[in-house]
């Protein structure tokens, strides 16, 4: 285990598939790579839900190099299947263009069949990370809801890759999983419709 690392002294809060509450809003985020070569940053997908207890639960952390229009497939499949309310994608890195690489993906899996055809699209979110500040400050906000007891991980062969992401965020790359799970976590915890415990 690394030491040292914003993260560190976190015991994370587990729970078992089973015991998740009722889940008011579902969200799949994207923290994504431009490019698909062994130079490139990895690409980071978390899905969480919003239970009516309050509490964020982390249903599934994803992350490894890939292209982009894969990464997207991957964000849809998991919302599709937890029935999201969106994805999102931090769009720092290609700007404007992930709209529209989410539609042609989106398209693509209608296209093959994955999708069916009156299926209406997930909606689109995005978010900049210069309009937060630097990831030190993001990942000191969503720290202080770990310390609070408002986080929990299920236990679903994820939780693992999601923790190994956090122990060692701003010591050793990949930061990209940490940073879609600040995004996630944001989007419920702090978006439209969200509250969050006193």
Same mark, same amino acid.
């Given at each position: 285990?690394?030491?040292?690392?914003?993260?560190? !002294?976190?015991?994370?809060?587990?729970? &078992? /598939?089973?015991?998740?509450?009722?889940?008011? &809003?579902?969200?799949?985020?994207?923290?994504?790579?431009?490019? &698909?070569?062994?130079?490139?940053?990895?690409?980071?997908?978390?899905?969480?839900?919003?239970?009516?207890?309050?509490?964020?639960?982390?249903?599934? $952390?994803?992350?490894?190099?890939?292209? /982009? *229009? &894969? $990464?997207?497939?991957? %964000?849809?499949?998991?919302?599709?299947? #937890?029935?999201?309310?969106?994805?999102?994608?931090?769009?720092?890195?290609?700007?404007?263009?992930?709209?529209?690489?989410?539609?042609?993906?989106?398209?693509? =899996?209608?296209?093959?069949?994955?999708?069916?055809?009156?299926? /209406? =699209?997930?909606?689109?979110?995005?978010?900049?990370?210069?309009?937060?500040?630097?990831?030190? !400050?993001? %990942?000191?906000?969503?720290?202080? $809801?770990? *310390?609070?007891?408002?986080?929990? !991980?299920?236990?679903?062969?994820?939780?693992?890759?999601?923790?190994?992401?956090?122990?060692?965020?701003? #010591?050793?790359?990949?930061?990209?999983?940490?940073?879609?799970?600040?995004?996630?976590? !944001?989007?419920? =915890?702090?978006?439209?419709?969200?509250?969050?415990?006193?």
């Amino acid at each position: 285990i690394l030491e040292g690392g914003i993260f560190g !002294h976190v015991t994370f809060k587990h729970c &078992d /598939p089973y015991e998740v509450p009722t889940l008011e &809003d579902t969200q799949v985020w994207v923290d994504p790579a431009v490019t &698909d070569t062994t130079k490139s940053d990895a690409h980071g997908i978390q899905a969480d839900g919003r239970g009516v207890d309050g509490k964020l639960y982390r249903l599934y $952390s994803w992350e490894a190099r890939t292209s /982009p *229009e &894969d $990464s997207l497939r991957r %964000a849809i499949l998991k919302a599709r299947e #937890l029935k999201a309310s969106c994805v999102g994608v931090e769009t720092d890195q290609g700007g404007d263009t992930w709209y529209s690489t989410y539609e042609l993906t989106w398209r693509k =899996m209608v296209d093959d069949g994955t999708i069916p055809d009156d299926e /209406p =699209m997930i909606p689109f979110r995005e978010e900049k990370a210069g309009s937060i500040g630097p990831k030190s !400050h993001r %990942a000191t906000q969503m720290l202080s $809801s770990y *310390e609070r007891g408002e986080i929990i !991980h299920v236990l679903n062969g994820t939780n693992d890759t999601l923790e190994r992401g956090l122990r060692r965020y701003l #010591l050793r790359k990949p930061y990209d999983l940490t940073d879609a799970a600040y995004w996630s976590w !944001h989007g419920l =915890m702090h978006g439209p419709g969200a509250w969050v415990l006193n």
